[in-house]
């Protein structure tokens, strides 16, 4: 049964893509002239390390009906939406949209998480969180360098960014993982990453608690003749919610 047009538009939507990205075409690279799902694809399987300037990308080849053609969002052969978001500028398309994809013409690149919950800072180069507006230390072009946990690249990284007290940026991930290894200062400044006024505090306040706790057990166990088990640890410190 021939499908009409709204049909053969979103046929396939969600069905075709790789591990970065849902959507119904692949591209060609042109530094290599190979053919990938996407940019990240390419990046991952050269032996080289040559990395795929999105920008670059002048065909694409699609998933439906396997036809080769200039980049657009709609396939010109049988008339498939290879992928529901898409961006002429970046050459990239994506059929998940709850991600939110925007484009910001500063970064110059496409980004996630909608366009309404971020601003471009035109010191530090990148996009930031509107939680962040006049409430971080910038630091010029701070996004574009490599993490200081993994080394990855951070600007046009797939992983979730996080901005320090003293305006260096590492993965989110990097982050949490420098925290259970006990290390609270920023890796290439040795700031504190917390305001370690307020994290005393609340430390003195969690050890008053746990001795009054302690204390108050001692006397009870006393009155009802019973050792007190004085080997209980306190409690951690909860450093972040």
């Known amino acids: ?18 591990k970065h990205y849902r959507r119904r075409c692949r591209i060609r690279a042109p530094c290599c002239n190979d053919v990938f799902h996407c940019r990240h694809c390419h990046n991952e399987s050269t032996k080289d390390g040559h990395e795929l300037d999105r920008h670059a990308v002048e065909s694409v080849i699609c998933l439906v009906c396997d036809t080769e053609q200039p980049v657009a969002q709609v396939c010109y052969n049988c008339g ?18 709850d991600r939110e994809h925007f484009h910001c013409q500063d970064c110059g690149i496409c980004r996630v998480g909608g366009k309404d919950n971020f601003f471009h800072c035109e010191k530090c180069g990148s996009c930031y969180s509107v939680s962040l507006r006049d409430k971080h230390c910038c630091i010029e072009n701070s996004m574009k360098n490599n993490c200081p946990i993994c080394y990855e690249y951070l600007f046009d990284s797939l992983r979730e960014t996080s901005v320090l007290r003293c305006g260096h940026t590492m993965h989110l991930q990097c982050f949490h993982e420098m925290l259970k290894h006990d290390k609270f200062s920023c890796p290439i400044c040795s700031m504190p990453i917390f305001d370690m006024d307020k994290f005393l505090r609340a430390l003195d306040a969690e050890i008053e608690a746990n001795m009054l ?29």
């Open 80 to 97: 498939v939406c290879m992928g529901e978001y898409f961006c002429s500028a970046c050459k990239f398309f994506d059929d998940d949209v």
């Open 1 to 18: 049964m021939e499908l009409d047009d709204a049909s053969r538009h979103g046929f396939g939507r969600m069905g075709f893509g790789c």
């Open 213 to 241: 706790h302690i204390d108050y057990m001692g006397k009870a166990s006393f009155g009802h003749r019973r050792p007190v088990d004085h080997t209980i640890p306190p409690q951690e410190a909860k450093l972040m919610d």
